[in-house]
Each structure stands twice: as structure tokens, then as C-alpha cells.
């Protein structure tokens, strides 16, 4: 069984949807919100939301749903995310290690996964932004979105539904390890192109070769080939 409730306005999805869990016992519990005050991102950062432009949306998944590393629970998440926008704009969208959406060379979408015990049921807490509707943003953002990036207007209803039901799809069908990294590192932004990062405080040119199932980025750096964990090294683009 999945549902999926909306309101108008909340802090964050993420937190709104522990009180939907107390009355529901499905597998997949999904909320959304094109109004959301008090957005979470990676690291602690604030997800910036134009209200009835984008939108916040969360499922809530019994853990016992997936059966590999919470690695490869976040790389599945993000490689659903990104076939699915794939699909609906027939552009090229793109990875950028670990779980940011790229259309375009612009952020258009953020993940955050947390996991929590809700009611002695333990859960996977997908919170994803979308930029979909929004036009302007800051001169010096990496960030963009859906009609940004390709010029097209989607319903914001329309769209939340049926990347719902999208996700519940694919999360009843997941495939292996392999297949899960070969999706990832097939759809990996700046892979194997020379790129600008930055590393203890030092810009220095290098290229990403593949992430693999420790939750791990390569890289070739002007040292050699040398792996990092998250926030140990930072993507210029």
C-alpha cells in the first residue's frame, strides 16, 4: 500500500510527515507542499523555496523495503529522481555525486535522506526540492530550474502525483547492487572531464572517474587517483 497527502504550507515535509505516519501503516507514505518555510538541505543548509513555484515533497519508507547499504538507498534515490525528470523533458539530466539533480549545468533539484525510528518502525526519510516553476535566481547560483533549463511549464499537481507514483514503482522494483552503481556512474555530472575542485582550501584541476558502493568518489587528481567521503572535496562547476 502507499498514500499520498498534500497541505498548503508547512516548516519542512520532512518533519510534517511523522504525524501522517501515526494513522498510516503502508510502506511508502509520500506529502507534498509548493509552500514549505523551513527547508532542509545537505550539511545542515537551507533549502531556498519560491512558494507555488516549486516543489517539496517526502516519502517515508519502511526500511525493511531495501535491502542494500543506505549508499546505495541514496544513489537509487537520486537516479530515480533524476530518470524521472529525464523522461518527462527528454533532456539530458545528470548526477552530481552524491544525490544532486543536474539539468543543464544547474541545480535544479536537492535530496536529503535521513533515517528515523517513528512509532518503533524504522524509516528512510526522502526529502526532495524541485525547482520547477521558478524563473529568477541569484546572479552568482549554480542553481536552475525544470523551466530554466528547458523552457517548459509543467503542472505543479500533475507533477508531484505522478513522480509519486513514480518512485513507489521503482522502489517495489529494485535492482541489484551492480545495476544500482552502473545507473549512477553511467549518469555521473562532470565524469571523466576535466574539472576545477576545491581541497583543503586549494583549487586544483582533476577528474572524477566513478563512485562506487562505500558511498566514495574517485578522482584523478595532479597527486593520482585518490578517493573521497562526503564534504572532503568540493566540485567547482
Known amino acids: 500500500m502507499n498514500d499520498l497527502f498534500y497541505v498548503n504550507e508547512c516548516s519542512s515535509t520532512n518533519d510534517e510527515i511523522t504525524h501522517f505516519l501515526l494513522y498510516n501503516s503502508s510502506d511508502f507514505t509520500g506529502l507534498y507542499t509548493f509552500s514549505q518555510t523551513n527547508g532542509r538541505g545537505q550539511y545542515g543548509n537551507r533549502w531556498i523555496f519560491t512558494s507555488e513555484k516549486n516543489l517539496a515533497y517526502t516519502l517515508a519508507v519502511r526500511s525493511s523495503v531495501f535491502h542494500y547499504s543506505d549508499f546505495l538507498f541514496n544513489y537509487y534515490t537520486a537516479i530515480c529522481t533524476r530518470q524521472y525528470i529525464a523522461n518527462l523533458t527528454h533532456h539530458k539530466v545528470e548526477i552530481k555525486w552524491p544525490n544532486d539533480i543536474i ?97 583543503n582550501n586549494t583549487r586544483q584541476n582533476g577528474i572524477i572517474r566513478n563512485a562506487d558502493e562505500n558511498g566514495k568518489i574517485w578522482i584523478d587528481l595532479e597527486s593520482g587517483l585518490q578517493s573521497f567521503s562526503l564534504k572532503e572535496i568540493k566540485l567547482l562547476y
Open 103 to 199: 539539468l543543464n549545468r544547474k541545480k535544479i533539484a536537492g535530496i536529503l535522506i535521513e533515517k528515523k525510528n517513528i512509532h518503533s518502525q524504522p524509516y528512510f526519510i526522502i526529502g526532495i526540492g524541485i525547482n520547477i516553476l521558478q524563473e529568477t535566481f541569484d546572479e552568482i547560483s549554480n542553481a536552475g530550474s525544470i523551466l530554466t533549463q528547458t523552457g517548459e511549464r509543467f503542472n505543479l499537481k500533475s507533477f508531484a502525483e505522478n513522480f509519486h507514483q513514480f518512485l513507489i514503482e521503482k522502489l517495489e522494483n529494485i535492482p541489484s547492487e551492480g545495476d544500482i552503481l552502473n545507473q549512477l556512474n553511467s549518469s555521473l555530472f562532470r565524469k571523466n572531464i576535466i574539472s576545477v575542485f576545491e581541497l
